[in-house]
């Protein structure tokens, strides 16, 4: 049931028409251990979102390998949850439906598709919203649908990306202490691209740090802070030293 | 000779060009219209819109069926039949030979294929059955379109209402090439052989008949020109027609035949003057002459010139009969197409025959 | 508030506004077409009262309205409506699930569009008439031949706003089925059909009224009933308000499966009827 | 790599591979259609041979292709192709502007639709020979008719197409433009057409095949020339030959069509083939 | 030429099928000198991006008044330039074609257009982008053409929601000051949407801070940091109290 990601010298070129070839990450070569939380960083551009494709087998890379638990990513799995960047809610279903979406797809019956959605909303504060649609919802609750969404399921494996882009700071923190809490009981791997560099020293056990474009992996840092972490972290000297870290890291690049 | 103003004129006939028509094609050809003065173009298209045109008096002539002039004056159109360019109604029912069928009476029970339930065909066939003592439930009709050669040698229907003058003919066709069933041949039964009525004439509307007798009467006179022409002479209608009726069956052989049976004929007519059954006897001299030189698709539209001239030939041409057109008048009624009185006489004038 | 007015209607999704909609207006909407076919008439009757058209070719509403009765009443009309509608229904459905299931084939597998292009468009292309021997040998005079033209005009439109419509289907959207390992059945059903609903309604709007034209013409080239037969006997005995009530007869029918279809497509598209569209 | 095949075709936007595409693959499915166009005459031929079918009913290719030659040599065939085209491309012009401007104003003002769907459906469904004394009175046997015919059956696929395609604007589109003030005809021109593009392309290739189909109808009404009036020709001397020769010319007429509209289609849809249509 | 926004009492309910009114937003009062940096910040769905459409003239409140020099705001204006917080980039255009829009409307020659969208590209980062079209963007990418595409037009207020949210902490800050520079040169008024406290202080004259929905006015700090500022100011002693009464005062809420 764990997951281990991995990549070898993973390449990813897009052919652009009358362009040529656009080099857009790699090569990058990385392991994720089972149950490890990973943010990754990089400039805009950089790559993470392709990265991320290619982790989740919607995409295959030019050249190189990418695998889970050592075997090589050839489709989309069950076990591996995506948040893609873009919140992709079907605007003709409402709230909960779209969050219900992965355990209806699973055979799931209504009523415990019903459970399991109405649990999940107050967490993502959207009690009041379930039967709302797409169209009614601001970015910010329209990103924590599709958080839930993800969530909703309890994949094996997370590949978050930015899933708290369109979040007010304190809303933010919350959601991120939740889906810590949430990792904590069931260890899930954990690959999260995130802009925010103490976001990802609060919650990481490592962070991955891209280059700009084409997109390699310039450092990994171990961020060695006890767990159980709370936000209350944020305040201590090696949280502002190992966010430091990361800071001149990018800053070199 | 004084010189007339040209007068413009639109003559509507149904269909497409058709070697069927060549008596236009022979007046146009001749120039008798345009030494009347009359500059004509021809339109075809449906003989319902037709009418209409006549009606509404936007076309003043044009080529209409009879029954159609009486259901078109039951419904307020002004329109009358003034020559009778068709002297025999020319549908009947083809059947195969060896299978049964006699006599109409033998069609009782047996699918008989028809266009529709409307026009000549429809009209025909009911005169037929009632002269027969037959009504329309004693048969399976079966409405099949115009594609009767088609359908009658598949074997979809064992029967069908067709034009006399053509469709046999094709049929005969394909049983020769072995293609129809396995019949052996096909017989008809005419119309015409059982009920007397008015088919295809000249029409135009009484606003013309009123206010232009004079253009009428030339009209009449360059058409009646071309038909008797035809009549005396098909080989020369098939030449001409040819050059309005595209795809009509042609080559450099059967043209140069044509053409030197034409020139005899011209000095047949000229030098022997033939009364009709000497005619008539000329064109079955000239068909079976064609038909040891040709093969039989080459032939066929001529066979379909020579098969119409039976229609129209005879003793006085264009004249109409109030008994014909009362007997049309009376299938309609029993049809129920017509109700109510009609008065038939002015559905039809003689007036406008030229001598 | 002079605000600019967005480009919408009652069935497009609309800027949520703020001020209640005023539902005597909807309600008032609803009798606007009858006010069109109000001014109708009365053009109608006054073209015939100032005689500007003769009557045989354009009756006077007054006799066509007896003629209506007239055949109301002796059941003829119903007849030929039952044998034109008959046809009409299963041509759309035969012609419709073809085409979404040929469509959503072509959608998936592009070669298969090369492959059946010069085939389709040969059988959308090719007058009635030129294969009506064949229709007439094969399938009779009956309601089959009706059917087959029917669903014949109704594939061609159908199939092309199937694949329009599915291949309109937001790429991120197929993205997120692929990830969660939706069979080609669930995103079939569960994103395909609710993405390209709006184009598929479109679709079926249109065919709702090309259906009664194929039955229509399948009747012109045999049949022994049908409200395109009625038309051909009515012209044939000159009988031209008979006509006038075929044609409005079947104009109206028309008139109702467009009215379902454009209902359906207002049930379909319920969702667009809840604040803005914004693709998040 | 045994990547699942995403639902896409040339045509339509696909996900940008990271492999170089397969050009001569591309090259080779050109190729295609006109295998075919070749089975299909293989069969054709085999039904003849094995006489499947009364020859009268479907000739062998050999005599359809003789008689091909001949109507070609002494430019009879060229003579009705025009005869047609012509206003098939006038009936396209026509119906094709009529729908969009009038679908522009639907869409913009639903009131309209109200009003005037009443008219437009009565026109779609009703059967040309219904009205056919009155075209050819008011336009005569000419070309008018044709015309006319044409754009009666192009207009309202295209109509509901235009409607459709405007009311699918994604709306945050909608509000860029009205906050960047743009005149309707700003709007109409930069957002409404392109964003409407697709749907528009399927309602182009829907019409490029039926307005010969509307001129054909046309033909059969009355006319002097053109490929409607070559079939009745030709099915009244019983000339199946020269039949098929008509009808495959129609076929053919239609593809060629059809295949100028999905080019334009191609061309105005270029922005699909750059990576995936996000809306971001 | 210079642009005050101004609100009296402006409430915005929207109306939902099968649920009656929601309140969105308000009421709220305000006013924005001409000239003015104001930032606005405030949880998710609490009607931000509402207000900013109720200025951009998109929508009119259910109750209340919005004012542009103390008129009503009947429509929008073109001497606003608004960036919603989607991209709304028009897939079918160029990255080039794309920024270039305002201008195009606006009637200036194809040169010129093409010499402003120039100038403009390599503060956005994308010199080499200009002939990509959005489906070949990433989501920072995306969201800099947006950006590109409401100063290119140089237009006298400036209404922007979440301008940053895709864009990581270096981009992000680079294009921040970018806008104050932007900003200190051609004085337009601004009224931006941030989830950034640190962004908000660094930037405005005045904080504006929303409670959750429907969002009322809960405080509206001066920001009295010295002008010009740069980043090196977010280490100052002033600003880190600023940033903790921002917080504070969010939290309060
Ligand atoms: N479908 C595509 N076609 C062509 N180029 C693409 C495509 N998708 C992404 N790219 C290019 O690949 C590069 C990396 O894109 P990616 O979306 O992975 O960046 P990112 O690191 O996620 O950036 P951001 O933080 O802005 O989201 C970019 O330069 C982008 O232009
Ligand atoms: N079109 C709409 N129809 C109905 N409700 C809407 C609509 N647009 C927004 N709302 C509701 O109005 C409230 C405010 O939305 P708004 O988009 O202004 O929030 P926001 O402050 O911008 O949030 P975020 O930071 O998440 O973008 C939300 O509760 C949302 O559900
Ligand atoms: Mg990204
Ligand atoms: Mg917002």
Same mark, same amino acid.
């Given at each position: ?11 990813v070129?897009?052919s ?5 070839h656009l ?13 490890q ?10 790559g993470?979102s392709?990265?991320v494709?290619?982790l989740?087998?919607l ?10 638990n050592?075997?090589? %990513? ?6 591996v949850?995506l ?12 709230v ?6 992965p355990?209806e ?8 598709r019903?459970?399991?959605?109405n ?24 990103q ?14 997370l590949l978050?990306d930015?899933p708290f882009?369109?979040?007010d700071?304190m809303?933010r ?7 810590l809490a949430l ?8 690959l999260m691209?995130t802009?925010s560099i103490?976001?990802?020293v609060?919650?990481?056990d490592?962070?991955l %740090?891209l280059?700009?474009r084409?997109?390699r992996? %310039?450092?990994?840092?171990? %961020? ?28 070199q690049? | 000779?004084e010189t007339?103003s040209?007068?413009d004129?639109?003559f509507?006939?149904?269909f ?6 060549a ?5 146009l050809e001749?120039?008798?219209l345009s030494?009347a003065g009359?500059n004509?173009?021809?339109?075809h298209?449906?003989e319902?819109?037709g009418v209409d045109l006549?009606?509404t008096n936007q076309?003043?002539?044009?080529l ?7 259901k078109a004056r039951?419904?307020g ?6 020559y ?5 109604y020319?549908v ?5 030979l ?9 069609l009782a029970?047996?699918k008989?294929g028809?266009?529709g339930r409307?026009?000549?065909?429809y009209?025909g ?6 002269a027969n003592?037959?009504?329309?439930q004693d ?6 379109g115009?594609?009767?050669a088609d359908v ?6 064992q ?8 469709e046999?003919?094709q049929?005969?066709?394909?049983i020769?090439q072995?293609?129809c ?5 096909v017989?008809?039964?005419?119309v ?9 004439g000249?029409?135009t509307?009484?606003?013309?008949i009123a206010?232009?007798?004079a253009?009428?009467?030339?009209m ?12 005396q002479?098909p ?15 042609m080559?450099?052989d059967?043209r140069?035949a044509?053409?030197?049976a034409?020139s005899?004929?011209?000095i047949f007519l ?6 009709r ?7 079955q001299?000239?068909l079976?002459d064609?038909?040891?030189?040709f ?8 066979r ?6 039976d229609l129209?030939?005879a003793?006085q ?5 109030l008994?014909s ?9 029993s049809?129920?197409v ?9 559905a039809?004038s003689?007036?406008f025959l030229?001598? | 508030m002079?605000?600019?007015?967005p ?6 999704y609309t800027?949520a506004?703020p001020?209640?909609s ?6 008032l909407?609803?009798f ?6 109000l001014?109708?008439?009365?053009v109608w009757q006054a073209i015939?009262m100032?005689?500007?058209i003769q009557?045989?070719?354009?009756p006077?509403?007054?006799d066509?309205?007896?003629?209506a009765i ?9 007849v030929h ?6 046809p009409?229904f299963?041509g759309?459905?035969?012609g419709?699930s073809l ?5 959503y084939c072509i959608?998936?597998?592009?070669l298969l569009?090369?492959?059946l292009?010069?085939l389709?468009?040969a059988l ?10 064949l229709?007439?040998? $094969? ?8 059917i087959i033209?029917?669903a014949?005009?109704?594939f061609?439109p159908m ?11 937001p790429?991120?959207?197929?993205d997120?089925?692929?990830?969660l390992?939706?069979?080609p059945?669930?995103?079939f059903t569960?994103?395909?059909?609710p993405?390209?609903?709006p184009v598929?309604?479109?679709g ?10 194929g ?5 012109f ?5 049908g409200?395109?037969?009625?038309i051909n006997l009515?012209r044939s005995q000159y009988d031209t308000p008979l ?5 409005l007869t079947?104009t109206?029918?028309?008139r109702?499966?467009?009215?379902l279809?454009?209902?359906?497509e207002y049930r379909?598209?319920? $969702?667009?009827?809840h604040?803005?569209y914004?693709p998040?």
């Open positions: 049931m764990s997951i281990i990601f991995g990549a070898q010298d993973a390449t070129d897009y652009v028409d009358g362009w040529g080099p857009a990450l790699g090569p990058v070569s990385f392991q994720i251990e089972a149950g939380f990973v943010c990754l960083v990089g400039p805009s551009g950089c993470k392709t990265l494709r290619l989740a087998g995409q295959a890379p030019s050249a190189g390998l990418v695998t889970i050592n075997e090589p %990513i050839t489709q989309p799995s069950v076990q949850g948040m893609s960047q873009e919140a992709n809610l079907m605007p003709w279903r409402s909960i439906e779209n969050i219900a979406l355990l797809l699973a055979g799931m019956s209504s009523s415990e019903g459970h399991a959605v649990s999940i909303l107050p967490r993502l504060g959207l009690e009041e919203f379930g039967n709302a649609f797409p169209g009614e919802l601001s970015g910010g609750m329209a924590r649908v599709a958080l839930g969404r993800v969530l909703v399921a309890s994949p094996d494996a978050l930015e882009g369109a979040l700071a809303t923190e919350r959601m991120g202490m939740d889906l990792w904590t009981d069931l260890r899930p791997t954990v691209v802009h103490s976001e990802a609060l919650l990481a490592r962070v %740090i280059s700009p084409p997109g992996i %310039i450092a990994d840092l171990h %961020i060695d802070l006890l767990r159980p972490r709370q936000l209350s972290d944020t305040h201590s000297l090696r949280f502002g030293e190992l966010a430091r870290q990361v800071r001149e890291r990018i800053q690049s | 000779q007339k040209v007068v004129q639109t509507f006939m149904t497409v060009p058709n070697v069927q028509f008596p236009i094609y022979v007046a001749k120039d008798y030494n009359l004509v173009t021809i339109e298209g449906d319902n819109v006549i009606a076309r003043q002539f044009g209409i069926s009879g029954e159609e002039v009486l039951a419904q159109r002004p329109v009358v039949s003034v009778e360019w068709f002297q025999r020319p009947g029912i083809v059947y195969p060896g299978q049964g069928i006699e006599s109409p009476a033998d029970g047996r008989v028809i266009p409307f026009g000549a065909s009209n066939l009911i005169a037929l059955l009632n003592n037959l009504t329309e048969i399976q009709l079966e409405a099949i115009f594609n009767a009658f040698c598949v074997g979809g229907v029967a069908s209402v067709v034009y006399i003058n053509n046999p003919l049929i005969q066709n394909r020769e072995g293609e069933q396995g019949y052996s041949g017989g008809v039964f005419s015409a052989d059982y009920a007397d009525m008015v088919s295809n000249l029409v509307n009484e606003e013309t206010n232009n007798p253009l009428v009467q030339a009449l006179t360059a058409w009646d020109l071309g038909l008797k022409d035809s009549i002479n080989a020369e209608a098939y030449l001409m027609a040819s050059a309005y009726v595209e795809n009509l069956p080559t450099d059967f140069s044509l053409e030197a034409a005899s004929q011209a000229e030098e022997a003057s033939p009364d059954a000497d005619i008539a006897a000329s064109r001299q000239l079976s064609l038909e040891n030189q093969d039989a698709e080459i032939l066929v539209q001529f379909v010139l020579l098969n119409t001239i129209w030939d003793d041409r264009g004249v109409a009969t008994e057109w009362e007997a049309t008048a009376a299938v309609l009624r049809m129920e017509l109700t109510g009185d009609i008065d038939v006489s002015g039809f003689n007036a030229p001598e | 002079a605000q600019e007015k480009l919408t209607s009652a069935i497009s800027v506004k001020v209640p005023w539902h005597l207006g909807l309600v909407r609803r606007v077409p009858w006010i069109t076919v001014v109708v008439l009365i015939t100032l005689q500007l009557p045989f070719l354009i006077a509403p007054g066509v309205l007896n003629e007239l055949v109301l009443q002796n059941g003829t009309l119903w409506i039952q044998a034109t509608m008959g009409v299963a759309l459905g035969v419709i085409a979404v299931a040929l469509g959608a998936r597998f592009p569009e090369d492959i292009s010069p389709i468009i959308q292309s090719t007058p009635v008439v030129a294969y009506a021997p229709l007439v040998i $094969w399938f009779g005079s009956g309601p089959n031949s009706k033209t029917s014949l005009i109704v061609f199939l092309l706003n199937t694949v329009a419509g599915l291949r309109n289907v790429p991120g959207l197929r997120l089925m692929r990830s390992r939706a069979t059945w669930q995103t569960r994103l395909e059909v993405a390209a609903m598929l309604m479109s079926l709007k249109i065919s709702a009224t090309l259906a009664v034209i039955a229509v013409v399948g009747e080239i045999s049949a022994n009933a409200l395109g037969f009625l009515a006509v006038f009530v075929a044609v079947l109206v029918l028309a109702l499966l467009y009215s279809a454009a209902w359906l379909a598209l319920y $969702w667009q009827r604040g803005r914004l998040k």
